[in-house]
Protein backbone atom coordinates (compact mmCIF):
# COMPACT_ATOMS: atom_id res chain seq x y z
CA UNK A 1 0.00 0.00 0.00
CA UNK A 2 2.78 2.57 0.90
CA UNK A 3 6.24 2.78 -0.85
CA UNK A 4 9.81 4.15 0.79
CA UNK A 5 12.14 3.85 -2.13
CA UNK A 6 10.24 6.23 -4.30
CA UNK A 7 8.61 3.52 -6.51
CA UNK A 8 5.42 3.66 -8.00
CA UNK A 9 2.70 1.49 -5.81
CA UNK A 10 1.26 -1.42 -7.78
CA UNK A 11 -2.26 -1.05 -6.22
CA UNK A 12 -1.79 2.83 -6.12
CA UNK A 13 -1.71 5.80 -8.94
CA UNK A 14 -0.08 7.96 -6.07
CA UNK A 15 3.66 7.75 -5.91
CA UNK A 16 6.03 8.19 -3.06
CA UNK A 17 7.14 11.76 -2.03
CA UNK A 18 10.68 12.66 -1.42
CA UNK A 19 10.27 12.93 2.04
CA UNK A 20 13.10 11.22 4.32
CA UNK A 21 13.70 7.59 4.63
CA UNK A 22 13.09 5.62 7.58
CA UNK A 23 16.66 5.62 9.59
CA UNK A 24 16.88 1.61 10.33
CA UNK A 25 19.09 0.96 12.64
CA UNK A 26 20.71 -2.75 12.85
CA UNK A 27 23.83 -4.73 13.75
CA UNK A 28 25.93 -7.61 12.40
CA UNK A 29 24.40 -10.48 13.04
CA UNK A 30 26.90 -13.83 13.06
CA UNK A 31 24.41 -16.66 15.03
CA UNK A 32 24.47 -17.40 18.44
CA UNK A 33 27.41 -16.06 21.05
CA UNK A 34 29.11 -18.20 23.57
CA UNK A 35 26.62 -19.30 26.35
CA UNK A 36 23.48 -17.70 24.76
CA UNK A 37 22.08 -21.17 24.27
CA UNK A 38 22.78 -22.33 27.66
CA UNK A 39 21.54 -19.21 29.34
CA UNK A 40 18.15 -19.14 26.80
CA UNK A 41 17.63 -23.08 27.72
CA UNK A 42 18.39 -21.83 31.73
CA UNK A 43 15.74 -19.18 31.46
CA UNK A 44 12.96 -21.53 29.59
CA UNK A 45 13.43 -23.94 32.42
CA UNK A 46 13.32 -22.03 35.17
CA UNK A 47 10.02 -20.07 33.53
CA UNK A 48 8.38 -22.95 33.00
CA UNK A 49 8.99 -24.74 35.86
CA UNK A 50 7.90 -21.39 37.94
CA UNK A 51 5.10 -21.20 35.90
CA UNK A 52 3.72 -25.21 36.63
CA UNK A 53 4.24 -24.04 40.33
CA UNK A 54 6.94 -26.87 40.91
CA UNK A 55 9.61 -26.82 42.85
CA UNK A 56 13.36 -27.66 41.53
CA UNK A 57 13.72 -31.41 43.16
CA UNK A 58 9.81 -32.04 42.20
CA UNK A 59 10.59 -31.33 38.90
CA UNK A 60 14.25 -33.50 39.13
CA UNK A 61 12.26 -36.60 40.51
CA UNK A 62 9.82 -35.93 37.40
CA UNK A 63 12.87 -35.90 34.56
CA UNK A 64 14.96 -38.22 36.64
CA UNK A 65 18.06 -36.38 36.92
CA UNK A 66 19.11 -34.96 39.98
CA UNK A 67 18.00 -31.76 41.81
CA UNK A 68 22.18 -30.32 41.79
CA UNK A 69 22.04 -31.14 37.49
CA UNK A 70 18.64 -29.36 37.32
CA UNK A 71 19.64 -26.70 39.37
CA UNK A 72 23.10 -25.95 37.19
CA UNK A 73 20.92 -26.28 33.87
CA UNK A 74 18.58 -23.22 35.24
CA UNK A 75 21.52 -21.49 35.94
CA UNK A 76 23.41 -22.21 32.68
CA UNK A 77 26.48 -23.22 34.19
CA UNK A 78 26.45 -26.30 32.06
CA UNK A 79 25.50 -27.70 28.57
CA UNK A 80 22.70 -30.02 27.69
CA UNK A 81 22.68 -33.63 25.95
CA UNK A 82 19.66 -33.83 23.87
CA UNK A 83 18.30 -36.66 25.98
CA UNK A 84 18.06 -34.48 29.13
CA UNK A 85 16.19 -31.28 26.53
CA UNK A 86 13.82 -33.95 25.79
CA UNK A 87 13.04 -34.87 29.07
CA UNK A 88 12.99 -31.34 30.45
CA UNK A 89 10.64 -30.98 27.48
CA UNK A 90 8.69 -33.78 28.47
CA UNK A 91 8.91 -33.04 32.33
CA UNK A 92 7.44 -29.71 31.76
CA UNK A 93 4.94 -30.41 29.09
CA UNK A 94 5.78 -28.13 26.28
CA UNK A 95 7.60 -29.07 22.95
CA UNK A 96 11.41 -29.43 23.01
CA UNK A 97 11.56 -26.39 20.52
CA UNK A 98 10.00 -24.17 23.58
CA UNK A 99 13.47 -24.32 25.47
CA UNK A 100 15.34 -23.05 22.46
CA UNK A 101 13.27 -19.51 21.87
CA UNK A 102 15.16 -16.17 22.36
CA UNK A 103 18.28 -17.80 21.51
CA UNK A 104 17.92 -15.74 17.90
CA UNK A 105 17.23 -12.42 19.07
CA UNK A 106 17.80 -10.17 16.19
CA UNK A 107 15.23 -9.41 14.19
CA UNK A 108 14.12 -6.69 11.71
CA UNK A 109 13.89 -3.50 13.56
CA UNK A 110 13.07 0.33 11.46
CA UNK A 111 13.43 3.28 13.76
CA UNK A 112 12.09 6.68 12.75
CA UNK A 113 12.74 10.06 14.56
CA UNK A 114 10.60 12.42 14.73
CA UNK A 115 9.71 14.39 11.88
CA UNK A 116 11.50 12.11 9.29
CA UNK A 117 9.45 9.73 7.75
CA UNK A 118 8.72 9.63 4.44
CA UNK A 119 6.08 11.79 2.99
CA UNK A 120 3.70 9.60 0.92
CA UNK A 121 1.91 11.69 -2.19
CA UNK A 122 -2.05 10.05 -1.65
CA UNK A 123 -5.76 11.19 -3.10
CA UNK A 124 -6.04 14.06 -0.95
CA UNK A 125 -2.62 15.31 0.18
CA UNK A 126 -3.32 18.80 -2.11
CA UNK A 127 -5.88 19.66 0.34
CA UNK A 128 -3.60 19.55 3.44
CA UNK A 129 -3.78 15.60 3.88
CA UNK A 130 -0.08 15.02 5.15
CA UNK A 131 0.67 11.19 5.03
CA UNK A 132 4.44 10.18 6.58
CA UNK A 133 5.57 6.31 6.83
CA UNK A 134 6.96 5.62 9.95
CA UNK A 135 7.93 2.50 8.68
CA UNK A 136 7.03 -1.14 7.42
CA UNK A 137 7.93 -4.30 8.42
CA UNK A 138 7.93 -7.19 5.60
CA UNK A 139 7.95 -10.79 5.52
CA UNK A 140 6.95 -14.17 3.82
CA UNK A 141 4.75 -14.57 6.54
CA UNK A 142 4.05 -11.12 8.06
CA UNK A 143 3.65 -7.24 7.41
CA UNK A 144 2.46 -4.67 8.85
CA UNK A 145 3.02 -0.89 8.16
CA UNK A 146 2.52 2.33 10.07
CA UNK A 147 1.84 5.83 8.80
CA UNK A 148 0.92 9.08 10.78
CA UNK A 149 -1.96 11.03 8.81
CA UNK A 150 -2.27 14.47 9.88
CA UNK A 151 -5.44 16.81 8.32
CA UNK A 152 -5.13 20.30 8.57
CA UNK A 153 -7.33 21.37 5.47
CA UNK A 154 -11.31 20.58 5.52
CA UNK A 155 -12.62 19.65 2.35
CA UNK A 156 -15.74 18.96 0.25
CA UNK A 157 -15.18 15.17 -0.75
CA UNK A 158 -12.75 12.91 1.02
CA UNK A 159 -10.68 9.97 -0.48
CA UNK A 160 -11.54 6.40 0.32
CA UNK A 161 -9.05 3.92 0.86
CA UNK A 162 -9.42 -0.10 0.23
CA UNK A 163 -7.13 -2.53 1.03
CA UNK A 164 -6.09 -5.87 2.37
CA UNK A 165 -5.29 -7.09 5.78
CA UNK A 166 -6.50 -4.99 9.17
CA UNK A 167 -6.22 -1.30 10.27
CA UNK A 168 -6.19 0.12 13.50
CA UNK A 169 -6.78 4.41 13.68
CA UNK A 170 -5.40 5.83 17.18
CA UNK A 171 -6.46 9.64 17.40
CA UNK A 172 -4.16 11.32 18.77
CA UNK A 173 -5.12 15.21 18.40
CA UNK A 174 -8.31 17.34 16.55
CA UNK A 175 -12.30 15.39 16.39
CA UNK A 176 -13.32 13.65 13.11
CA UNK A 177 -15.76 11.24 11.71
CA UNK A 178 -14.44 8.54 10.58
CA UNK A 179 -16.43 6.04 8.17
CA UNK A 180 -15.86 2.19 7.52
CA UNK A 181 -18.52 0.78 5.31
CA UNK A 182 -22.15 2.25 5.75
CA UNK A 183 -20.87 2.89 9.91
CA UNK A 184 -19.62 6.13 11.69
CA UNK A 185 -17.65 6.71 14.42
CA UNK A 186 -16.69 9.89 16.44
CA UNK A 187 -13.13 9.95 16.88
CA UNK A 188 -11.30 11.97 19.48
CA UNK A 189 -8.05 11.93 21.04
CA UNK A 190 -7.74 8.48 22.55
CA UNK A 191 -10.42 6.78 20.56
CA UNK A 192 -9.12 3.55 18.70
CA UNK A 193 -10.85 2.18 15.61
CA UNK A 194 -10.25 -0.94 14.06
CA UNK A 195 -11.42 -2.35 10.90
CA UNK A 196 -11.26 -5.14 7.73
CA UNK A 197 -9.12 -3.07 5.68
CA UNK A 198 -11.15 -4.04 2.48
CA UNK A 199 -14.12 -2.10 3.25
CA UNK A 200 -14.15 1.41 2.05
CA UNK A 201 -13.29 3.71 4.59
CA UNK A 202 -11.97 6.95 5.20
CA UNK A 203 -13.05 10.44 7.32
CA UNK A 204 -15.74 11.75 6.67
CA UNK A 205 -15.85 15.40 8.35
CA UNK A 206 -13.29 17.26 10.29
CA UNK A 207 -15.15 18.46 13.10
CA UNK A 208 -11.40 19.99 15.08
CA UNK A 209 -8.44 21.00 12.99
CA UNK A 210 -5.40 19.76 13.08
CA UNK A 211 -6.74 16.16 12.71
CA UNK A 212 -3.81 13.43 13.85
CA UNK A 213 -3.97 9.55 13.72
CA UNK A 214 -2.19 6.99 13.76
CA UNK A 215 -2.36 4.39 11.06
CA UNK A 216 -0.71 0.85 11.55
CA UNK A 217 -2.13 -2.09 8.86
CA UNK A 218 -1.78 -5.71 9.22
CA UNK A 219 -1.70 -7.84 6.71
CA UNK A 220 -1.63 -11.50 6.32
CA UNK A 221 0.10 -14.12 4.53
CA UNK A 222 -1.20 -13.42 1.24
CA UNK A 223 -0.58 -9.85 1.16
CA UNK A 224 0.05 -8.76 -2.31
Request: glycine share 12%; with cysteine.
Amino acid sequence: MWRVSGEQDEASDYPVGTGSPAREVSRETAGPREGDLERTIAAQVRAYRVAAGVSVGEMADRVGISKAMLSKIENAQTSCSLTTLARLAAGLQVPVTALFRGVDTEREAVYVPAGHGARIVRRGSREGHLYELLGALRGPHKRMEAVLVTLTEASEVFPLFQHPGTELLFMLEGEMVYGHGESRYAMRPGDALQFDGEGAHGPEELVSLPAKFLSVTAYGDHAG
